[in-house]
Each structure stands twice: as C-alpha cells, then as structure tokens.
C-alpha cells in the first residue's frame, strides 16, 4: 500500500501532512461496502438500535441532494464530533463499528497518529445521534476508563505512551487514559486542513463563560451548535472523547497569526521564530510610514488635520489578495461595484469579530480591512462570498449595502483584494487595516506593554498632547500635512506611537455630529461651510457604516473604542500565542481521583455502548427515507415512532 498523507473531500485529495489510510487505499476500512468485512453476513451481527435490516453503513446528506460540491458541503456541516473508542486499536474499532453494529464514522485515529478515513465527509456517517446530518465524526482510539497494568501491550505502550487523568463529565468524575501526542498532532493537523477546505466549519469548543472548555451535555437542541464538540456534548448518555483536550486544541488548530498582506511576500503568516517576525514587522512599518503621505495611526487619514484615524493603510496593487489575520467571524461587510466609489476611492470593507484566551484572559476585538476592492472576478472570489450565494444577506451584499453576517473564517483565509483609494484622481493601491476592541485588552493580556491614552474628550478631533505635540513642530495646535507627513517619515519618536492603544469614537460611526464637528474645528476654519459640507459628504458620509442598534453584534453602544496599532498588534499577539496553547483546567492528574465510579449506563463508544450513534432518518434511509424532504429536515428529524 502506497504512503499516502491526503484526506478525500467531495472526491478531491488534500494534504494534511500526517500518514493517511483511506477506504481507496484499503477497501478494507471502507465504510460503503455493503457486508461485512470479517464474515460473510450482509447485515451486521449485533446491530445498534434501528439498523437491525438495514445493510448501510453509511448514507448520503440530504441536505446536501445532489450537488456535492465543496461549496455545497461547507453550507450544511457545523460540526465535527470526537469520540473515543475504548478499544485497543482503530482497526478493532471498525470491525465492531462496522461488522457488529453496523455503524460507521469518518475518521479513526489510531495510538500512533495514523488516520483511517472510511468515507468521504460528503456522505453521512451513522456516529452521533441528531447531529450526523451536519456534522464530520472522528474515533480516537482509547481504552478510556479501563486502567490496569497491561491494558496496551508492552511495546504499544512504551512506543506510545499515555498517563491516566481525571476529568469531571456532567457532574461525574472520571479516570481515564489520556491521549499520545501522536494522536494529537494529528487531530491538529487534520483540524488546520479542514479550515482550508471548509472554512465554514468554526474553530471554536463548547466553553463556559470563563473560556474553558464546557464539560457537559449542551443545553438546548445540540445541532444548533457550530464548531468542534464530544459526544457528550451531544447525549447525556455517552462521556467520550473523556479527557479531550479541546481547549489546547482549538488554540492549536486556529493556525498562526497573519498579517492582511506582506506586499513581496505570498505566505503572510508571521514564523514561529520571534526575529524573523519582528523583521517582517520593521517592513511593514516602513511601508505604512515611508511610502505614500497618509494612512497612519492614530492621526491624519490623509495625512493632515487631528482628525482620528484608527488603523495604519498598507500599500500594494489593486487586487493583491487580503487575509484574516486571525480565525473569527465575519460579522459585516460592503462590496460596491466601481463605479459606485466615492471620490477619493473605495468603501467596501469586511469587518471579523475575534474571540479567544489569552494568558488567561477571555478578550474580543474586532478587524476592519477597508478600502477593498469590488468582488466582480468570480474566479478569484473569496469562499465565504461563494458560500454566501444561498445568505439572506447576500441580497444586500450584491445590491452594494452594508450586510450582516455570521460568517465563521479561518486564520489566513483570504477575505478581499487590495482596492485603491487617495486624493481624488491620486488613488493608489491601499487598505485600511485597524484592530478595536470594547475593553482596554492590553493590559489583561500583558501589563504594560501597551501605552494607554483616553482620547474620547476629543470627539472627532485628538486633543491629547501625548499624540499632538510630537507631531506639532510650529506649535499651532493644528497640524499641517507637512507635519503629519515630516514626523511619520523621519521624526524617532514615531516609534512610540507603534504601542499606543487609544481610546475615541470611531471616525466609521454616523452619529449626527460630523458636520458640527468639522465647523467647530480650528482644522478648517479656511473652508467656507459649503466646502465643509461638500467634504462631509463626498470623503466621510460614503465610507461610515456603524449606526445603530450594532451592539446585537458585540459592537458597543457609545462607538466609543480602544484602537491598537494593527501592525504591532499583530506581532504582539503571536508573540503571546507562539507555542503557548494553554491545557484545560479541568483536566487533573490521576491523584486527583475520588474513587466513585460513573453511572454504568452512560458508555463510550465501545462494543458494549454503541447506542447514540443513530438518527431516526437515519433508520429510515431508503424508500421510507423519501418522505423527508429538505424542509422537514431543517425543521427537525422525525420522532420515532
């Protein structure tokens, strides 16, 4: 059998980067043969509950009918579920999966890292109980509560070692093996490709409002939930995967952190080693602050006037593609054709809201990249604008208005292409790159780093002197454009303003003071106040998109933000994420055990607990299956009868 370190996806192969066997490689492991594999017998031999004459192992999506395409796939899965197996090895696992019980599941993932893949994720796996419709299974191999000396032989267990730990799964403790690190790397390695190839798919846990991981059965309907789950979280009847550590593996599987763009560069993930990163830094300062004459934070959007200006533009051509510089969700966004630009150039943006823990501490900021360019190629499209075709939103999307998403995306998932924007009849190739947050989140995550100033007072305008007096060389409490431009260039103390995190209204909010602000100031006194208005609605009214009632989307209410210059912000943040995915508290030593064993009639996923894994639909596949069409399966499985 040929090494092979690809997965199937809707009949496509993609490198994960560790040993893969599929059912194409090794008919063997093929959940669609229809008899099993160890006998001759056609139906299975001791089958789950509902599979008694049925010779399916597995089933196609409905939701999905007969468009089988990647695009139509990331619109029904949400989930992936992890189970474990309790057995001694993943090859025993489908026999019993398959032979006894009749049942299947995409992925197993043996003592050593090896991934078996028995189906394609475009087919429905018979794994978790109401949620196989939309959801990717995967059987860690485990023997779970079983701990006694000799049950990994020898050799297993010395090449691949494990520890026993507790853990407490709705309310009852457990003592349960852990899991190799091989298997680990591997569940992170296919976790990071799946947010290549279904960046629909959320990198996120069930978690309490702590941030850690949540260690019970999800409240509510559990295929209402998007993102990575346990079994358990799904049945109250069933505790695998048990010690999962789910939190160190979201953490793991979001991927690095980026920039937007490295003009010069195709890769814009900052590396794991720390000088490399802060080089790649050091040019992207220099291509805001030496190229072009505006764009900088936290003053002078064109390069002139106190005005606020929250975020730094990078510059490259038109249509260099954006990235997200960290997993999150897309929560609103605006893509105008050309020719509906204002003056002074483009106002399509995306905006991604970002959560996630951080030495400890919950923090939720959010990433605006403006000044983007009109998605009118269909073949460079961004996926979550393909995946949005079927939206409610995608109406005001393609209509050029302001569209509110819920769009999960990956770190490093391309977003937008580079727009033009500048002086009218001067654009150039630019974005606006910012990063904002509700709370000060500096100082939660590292004391000190971060200078703080509360700008609010200003409104619209900065008045504080520790922005304005640097930049004011001929003290005129106004500053010139050959200011702005003169100290962001050459002036050293520039480099301070690389760690400033600055509170003030955001210059995108239409709260109706601009004009009053613009008359009031001593900026532009020199314009006669139709000038003023004329500057209101041809260079600021095109581009503001935070009104009112946003707060449903973790906005505030005031407008009122903490902006963080975005370059730094970004090498900041993965100077205190690199190698630092934190373990889940609740996971403890095996010390820890209090000696009260479980009830027996919650099971893992073993010969002798296989309940759980079927739907109703499930049981029902074939001719009875027809009567569900796709609207009585969004509304909900059928009950049993």
Known sequence: MAENSSIIVCGQRFDVGQRVITWEDDPSISAYTLHCISRPDILPYAPAKGLGTIPNRCRPRRLIGADRSLGRLGQVL????????????????????????????????????????????????????????????????????????????????????????????????????????????????????????????????????????????????????????????????????????????????????????????????????????????????????????????????????????????????????VFAPFGGKLILARMKREDDWPSVGSSNFVLLRSEMSVNGAAIKFFTLLMHCDAEENVERMPQWMKAGQEKKWWKDLAAGEIAVLDQPVAAGELLAHFGEAGKPSQWTGQVHFEVFSEEEIGAAVQPGFWTAIDGTRGGRFCLEPQIVTPIDTNRSATLAHSEVVAFFHKNPAREGFRKLAVKHLSEWSDKNDWEAALNRSRDFAGLAKGAKHKLYTDQIEPFLWWGDGLDALGLPADKNVWGYHPITFVLWLHDQLKGKAQAAKDIKGADAWGGKKPPAEIKDDSADGAEGFMDDEDALFGEASKSLDLEKLAAGYPEEK
């Open 78 to 321: 949400k989930q992936f579920v992890i189970h474990h197996d309790g057995m001694g090895t993943s090859r025993d696992c489908f026999r019993v999966l398959h032979d006894e019980r009749g049942l299947s599941v995409h992925f197993l993932l043996d003592n050593n890292g090896d991934i078996y893949q028995t189906l394609d994720l475009v087919d429905c796996a018979f794994q978790a109980a109401g949620v196989n419709e939309i959801s990717i299974g995967v059987e860690l191999c485990s023997r779970g509560e079983k701990i006694a000396p000799g049950t990994f032989p020898a050799e297993l267990y010395k090449k691949y070692p494990r520890e026993p730990v507790t853990c407490t799964i709705n309310g009852h403790q457990w003592l349960a093996w852990n899991y190799t690190k091989e298997q680990f790397d591997s569940m992170v390695s296919i976790g990071k490709a799946l947010a290549r190839i279904l960046p629909g798919l959320p990198q996120v846990m069930p978690q309490d409002p702590s941030g850690e991981p949540l260690w019970a059965t999800l409240a509510g309907d559990p295929r209402d939930y998007a993102g990575y789950l346990g079994h358990y979280h799904v049945t109250n009847q069933k505790w695998d995967p048990g010690p999962w550590d789910f939190k160190r593996f979201v953490q793991s599987i979001r991927g690095g952190v980026f920039y937007p763009a490295i003009p010069g560069r195709d890769k814009p993930e900052l590396p794991d080693a720390s000088e490399q990163a802060e080089e790649i830094a050091h040019d992207l300062f220099d291509n805001n602050e030496q190229q072009g004459e505006g764009g900088y934070f936290p003053v002078g959007p064109m390069g002139e006037t106190r005005l606020w200006h929250g975020g730094s533009h990078l510059r490259d051509d038109r249509g260099k593609p």
